[in-house]
């Protein structure tokens, strides 16, 4: 009868399914340990680069300890994606005032070496503005959009940060986004460029936020061309 063949099916269904759930799970599971292994080393990583004195280290090695430390804000930066993520109820919603100019001075300080790697100009047009949010995520909205501008960027190209008319634009000439992936890319686990690494979390994440936040989102995007978030 038709409704025993619709009890057979849903019965197939979970039983494909089950395997399926299960290597999901496990994913789930292997991410948010390995997320909480990562802290301890990182911090250890942190806290020797931050007592090391250049004055007291030859030039050249104390350049490839930039690029380490480089690296490391890198990493760091996956840690926070991946906690705020993977451990949400950790992090309450906790609103303060904030100086969105000076926030923005600070997070496009930490990104400068990085952009300096690439040779990019990164250039700040900010009006004073004080708003009350959650500074936490506020913060790694601005982070994922910085990193991105610089990560798909080409080389010797630049990203302009404007802060007016209470709105902030983080605007880059890079290699911008194709218009079949405009619809998917605030998707999780979702990369417009492959060989570019990364987990597919940022623009994720970054949506989520704002909208937690209760801020507008909008991007523009033409390839080869830049982006403009």
């Known amino acids: 009868s038709l409704p025993c063949l619709f009890v057979f099916a849903f019965v197939l269904g979970r039983l494909f399914l089950e395997p399926i759930k299960q290597s999901y799970e496990r994913l789930d599971n292997f991410i948010k340990d390995s997320t909480h292994e990562i802290n301890t080393p990182l911090s250890t990583i942190l806290m020797s680069l931050e007592t090391l004195e250049p004055d007291q280290i030859p ?39 904030i100086d969105l100019k000076h926030l923005i001075e600070e997070r496009a300080e930490y990104f400068a070496p990085l952009a300096s790697l690439k040779n990019i100009t990164l250039t700040l047009k900010l009006a004073p503005l004080t708003t009350t949010t959650d500074q936490k995520r506020l913060s790694t909205i601005l982070d994922n959009l910085l990193s991105n501008a610089i990560k ?9 940060i404007t802060l007016q008319d209470n709105t902030l634009t983080v605007e880059d000439n890079g290699i ?7 619809q998917s890319i605030f998707e999780r ?3 417009d460029d492959e060989s570019s690494g990364g ?31």
């Open 59 to 97: 030039p050249k090695q104390w350049k490839k300890i930039a690029r380490i430390q480089l690296a490391t804000k890198s990493i760091v930066l996956i840690y926070n994606d991946l906690k705020l993520v993977n451990f949400p109820s950790a992090f309450p919603l906790l609103n303060t005032s």
């Open 152 to 160: 798909y960027n080409n080389p010797n190209g630049w990203v302009k």
């Open 189 to 191: 686990f979702v990369r």
């Open 199 to 229: 987990f597919g979390i940022g623009l994720h994440l970054v949506k989520s936020l704002c909208e937690q936040l209760k801020i507008s989102l909008r991007v523009d995007s033409k390839r080869d061309e830049g982006s403009v978030f």
């Open 176 to 182: 911008g986004i194709e218009p079949s992936k405009m």
